[in-house]
Nanobody, 127 residues
């Protein structure tokens, strides 16, 4: 099973940017679809963005569309989340996740379908 490690979180002012990285352990990383999720204090974990194994298709939550960009580098076993124009409501622990067999039109939102999760990285946006 693939193991995932996130990095790049931190404290940033509203309007600023951060780039999250997720490093995967397996050489078969390029066969996994990848997703980013987040969980704010007192709230359920929610979908943020996802990318297919090839990188050809990406998906975003409405709340981050136009501000966040997901990408991947299969040669480096990494997936990234560029976050611009950050808002205080983006404050959360961000998790990356790997899905070996994405199924259905909205596979990217289905947290149960993901096979592996990272430990999370904290993002705090101050107003």
């Amino acid at each position: 099973q693939v193991q995932l490690v996130e990095s790049g979180g931190g404290l940033v002012q509203a309007g600023g940017s951060l780039r999250l990285s997720c490093a995967a352990s397996r050489r078969t990383f390029n066969s996994y679809a990848m997703g980013w999720f987040r969980q704010a204090p007192g709230k359920e974990r929610e979908f943020v963005a996802a990318i297919t194994s090839s990188g050809r298709s990406t998906y975003y939550a409405d709340s981050v569309k136009g501000r966040f960009t997901i990408s991947r580098d299969n040669a480096k076993n990494g997936v990234y989340l560029q976050m611009n124009s950050l808002k205080p409501e983006d404050t959360a622990v961000y998790y990356c996740a790997a899905d070996r067999r994405p199924f259905g039109d909205t596979w990217y939102r289905n947290q149960v379908g993901y096979d592996a999760w990272g430990q999370g990285t904290q993002v705090t946006v101050s107003s």
